[in-house]
């Protein structure tokens, strides 16, 4: 009797003891691939914020400048790296700007300038639109922005803008998305795109096409640092 209870007692604790260590192994195995995965998600943005970086001061048919962010919106966007000018074109003297950034996908897929620009003196005139990204430099399948036109708000001295923005996994297909944040969970990095122009007369088409313009001498500049940076050994994309 004592025997069978030692036996059914042991057997008990063998099983308890087999669960145990299986449920040590599942979690340890869990745990290094979160590691694992984290580490090459890090690489991933590591890559693709090197092309950031590697973008030229310059590019052709505009006159820059560079603009600098500062620390708190850096941290605020969780931005890694991020290529800022103001624009100029050699054919017209409308002020424009492009702003490239790329980072963590939870904070960049946040923030669109309906809410950060109207806390600098400024209110969205109608609905934003999708638009097309001109088809030359859409890349694979095309892709879209939004644009929307801001007007000063009452008592603002700010100046009217149009501006268009959108975010892409790749830096190549560019999307704008209802619930950017749901639309991109789970990508390991975000570029996001602002083009900005001075908007005086409110001429929307107008603006859309210097917008375009800046599109169409752009992109191939982020294109060829994404591919050089491909060939340097760094998995810069991914889809």
């Keep these: 009797m004592n025997g069978d209870a030692t036996a059914s007692s042991s057997g008990w604790k063998f099983n308890v003891g087999l669960v145990g260590m299986l449920v040590l192994i599942g979690v340890t195995a869990w745990f290094q691939e979160l590691v694992t ?10 890559a693709a914020a090197r092309a950031v970086q590697i973008l030229p001061d310059q590019f052709a048919g505009w006159t ?24 100029r074109s050699q054919k017209t003297a409308v002020p424009l700007s492009v702003m490239l950034l790329c980072g963590k996908t939870r904070e960049l897929s946040v923030h669109p300038p309906t ?21 030359e430099v859409a890349g694979e399948g095309g892709g879209e922005l939004m644009a929307v036109h801001f007007k000063p708000s009452a008592y603002s001295t700010a100046r009217p803008l149009y501006v268009y923005w959108g975010w892409s996994r ?28 001075d908007d005086p007369t409110g ?8 917008c375009d313009a800046v599109l169409r001498d752009f992109l191939p500049e982020l294109h060829a640092a994404i591919d050089k940076v491909s060939a340097d050994g760094e998995v ?4």
């Design 115 to 135: 809410v950060c620009f109207e806390g600098l003196g400024l209110e969205v005139e109608g609905e934003p639109q999708r638009v097309p990204v001109p088809a």
């Design 203 to 210: 001429k929307k088409p107008a603006s859309g096409e210097l």
């Design 37 to 46: 995965g984290r580490s090459q998600n890090n690489q991933k943005m590591e």
């Design 170 to 197: 790749d830096g190549r297909h560019w999307e704008a998305p209802s619930v950017p944040r749901l639309h991109f969970a789970g990508a390991p990095y975000l570029y996001k795109i602002y083009v900005v122009r």
């Design 64 to 87: 820059t400048e560079p603009r600098t962010m500062s620390e708190t919106e850096i941290a605020q966007t969780g931005t890694k790296a991020y290529y800022s000018r103001f624009l």
């Design 236 to 239: 810069a994309t991914t889809r």
